[in-house]
């Protein structure tokens, strides 16, 4: 490897950890909403911060490198999938424990709610009504044109709200990955 | 309808960060993952979809992050098999399907299906069954079923109390259940994971798994031919691997890894595979140690070549296989494929960076894995060293 390239290597990585220390926990807040679970938000955001050590140029050239992180660490959890087979079997106890547990009834119910929204859906309205993301930076988020996520957010809104009345939530059957 | 607009700081509090030591760690797997994806393209051209997607993890790029996961296109829509009923055409052809689980039985590839979004509705389920040219499909009317490969088909618990059993032909037959059968263990049992817990399949019907006396917990299992049952057990201790002629008299366990929350069992002929799976302190899902038997859990070998504990450990376990020669595969999502030999060695196979269901078909070892807008089917009659790629049942 070059000094160039070894110079370079080292300040991306520099730089990672200074946006890991400024913007970790803020980013596995906006991405909870598109998970609906904070372990899987966790998880997620740690993966995009791994993925930025080792794509230091392209992080180091990136405007935002918060918007770059949240960028890959939505795309994250769009694979999530291929681990559920035996993640599923494991992670209610991990989620059971620990950091979540004294969070208000109505986030909980909220989170239940999410998880039962259409996954563009629920990435639309996480990012944009509870992280306060602007739409454009939600459609560059999830790689879609405005117009598609402000669609969506009407759709979401719609199906939200009707699951937020929907008194039989409590009996979701996705109930274990509450986080509590 | 107004929505917490101080949930994300709310959730940001609560958030515990991990120190950078676990990025750097996460990292480093990261980039062993990316070498086995060009190692393996070199290995075998049928998996240059793997490396387009690991192309997009190099440095070196421009500034932009990844893009989105490929979306299906036009493209696919006319890959679906016309012969399959419309309700199957349908799921197969949502932006959100995944083969989640695929396998074989008779000769017989099966793909079981997913498509979640729809609200009040929000996923569908299909299978499809591919013998020789012949395409069949239908839809599975549950939210999270779960299947398990038996000798006559597979068994399709929807989790709502009724168990369904689809035939190598396409036929789909409810399964009863009737107590605790009558007999501990008889020759042509299957042991199959059910939402009520671990069951017997006998003469097309769940039967009561028997327990050893001091060990209260019987999970996924395995019964060799003659009726001999390998299972994973556990008391308040931990899991580990027992077994058992008649279903009265088990033999002592061979204890797995008390860090264990979960076991899987798989099996062909005598030859037995056991995974004990655990969750590492940042989360991670890994595989603790993998056992595997020649002789129907009478003695066992443990895998060496597999890492379980370094920061470059085996991650996220998705499939595992015994093939009649007594090789193990498995899956897992920083490896892609792992073979263990009888032995106990255990290497990585390039096939795929992402690999998903593996399964026998025959003599072949076969895998799903990544190909662009939908997976595919790479099959080896070789032992790993060539594959042949084919389509998912229900696709062309």
């Known amino acids: 490897m070059g000094r160039w390239a070894m110079q370079r290597g080292n300040a991306g990585m520099e730089r990672v950890h200074e946006v890991y220390d400024a913007s970790y926990r803020r980013l596995v807040g906006q991405l909870t909403g598109v998970t609906g679970d904070p372990v899987e938000a966790e998880d997620a955001v740690m993966e995009a911060f791994a993925r930025a050590v080792n794509n230091s140029r392209s992080f180091l050239d990136a405007d935002n490198p918060e918007a770059w992180l949240r960028t890959v660490a939505v795309n994250v959890t769009r694979t999530r999938w291929r681990r559920s087979r035996f993640f599923r079997d494991v992670s209610h106890r991990l989620v059971a424990q620990e950091s979540y547990a004294d969070l208000p009834d109505d986030r909980i119910t909220l989170l239940a709610a999410l998880r039962r929204l259409p996954p563009a859906q629920r990435e639309a309205i996480a990012l944009h009504h509870l992280a306060d993301l602007p739409v454009a930076e939600v459609a560059r988020a999830v790689g879609s044109p405005e117009g598609t996520v402000k669609a969506r957010l009407a759709r979401g809104r719609t199906a939200l709200a009707a699951l937020l009345a929907d008194a039989d939530l409590q009996a979701d059957p996705e109930s274990e990955r509450s986080p509590r | ?396």
């Not at chain 2, 009317?141 to 088909?153: F, H, I, Y």
């Not at chain 2, 940042?282 to 920061?311: F, P």
Request: hydrophobic content about 35%; charged content about 20%; overall charge negative.
């Open chain 2, 1 to 396: 309808m107004s929505l917490p607009s101080d949930f994300a700081r709310e959730i940001s509090d609560h958030a515990p960060q991990p120190g950078f030591d676990a990025v750097v760690d996460r990292a480093r797997i990261g980039r062993r993952r990316r070498r086995t994806t060009v190692a393996s393209g070199l290995a075998a051209a049928v998996v240059a979809a793997g490396i387009g997607v690991a192309v997009g993890d190099l440095p070196g790029g421009d500034a932009s992050p990844e893009p989105a996961n490929p979306t299906r296109t036009s493209d696919v829509e006319e890959r679906i098999d016309a012969a399959l009923p419309e309700g199957v055409r349908h799921v197969l052809g949502r932006d959100e399907v995944q083969a989640w689980d695929v396998s074989a039985a008779d000769g017989v590839v099966a793909a079981f299906w997913r498509a979640c979004g729809e609200l009040g509705d929000p996923c569908q389920h299909a299978w499809t069954l591919r013998d020789g040219d012949e395409v069949t499909g239908g839809l599975i009317d549950a939210q999270s079923p779960v299947v398990t490969v038996v000798p006559d088909g597979w068994l399709i618990d929807e989790q709502r109390g009724s168990t369904l059993l689809l035939t190598p032909d396409g036929e789909v037959e409810q399964v009863g259940s009737v107590g605790d059968g009558g007999t501990a263990l008889g020759p042509d049992d299957a042991a199959v994971l059910t939402s009520d817990g671990s069951r017997l399949l006998r003469d097309g019907a769940l039967v009561a798994m028997p327990e050893p006396p001091d060990r209260p917990v019987v999970g996924a299992a395995y019964v060799a031919p003659g009726g001999r049952l390998v299972a994973a057990t556990s008391d308040l201790d931990g899991w580990g691997a027992q077994a058992t002629d008649d279903g009265r008299t088990w033999e002592e366990p061979t204890d797995g890894p008390p860090e264990t929350l979960n076991v899987q069992v798989a099996g062909s002929g005598d030859h037995v595979a056991v995974m004990f799976i655990g969750a590492g302190p940042d989360r991670s899902v890994g595989i603790e140690q993998v056992i595997v038997s020649s002789d129907a859990g009478r003695t066992w070998t443990t895998a060496h070549g597999l890492d379980t504990k370094g920061a470059d450990r085996s991650l996220d376990p998705y499939g595992m296989t015994v093939a009649p020669d007594g090789t193990t595969y498995l899956t897992t999502e920083t490896e892609g494929l792992v073979r263990i030999d009888p032995d106990g060695g255990a290497r990585a196979v390039p096939v795929s960076s992402q690999a998903t269901s593996v399964f026998a078909h025959g003599d072949d070892i076969c895998v799903v894995a990544k190909a662009g807008a939908i997976d595919q089917i790479q099959c080896s009659s070789d032992g790993g060293t060539t594959w042949a790629p084919q389509p998912l049942p229900g696709l062309s």
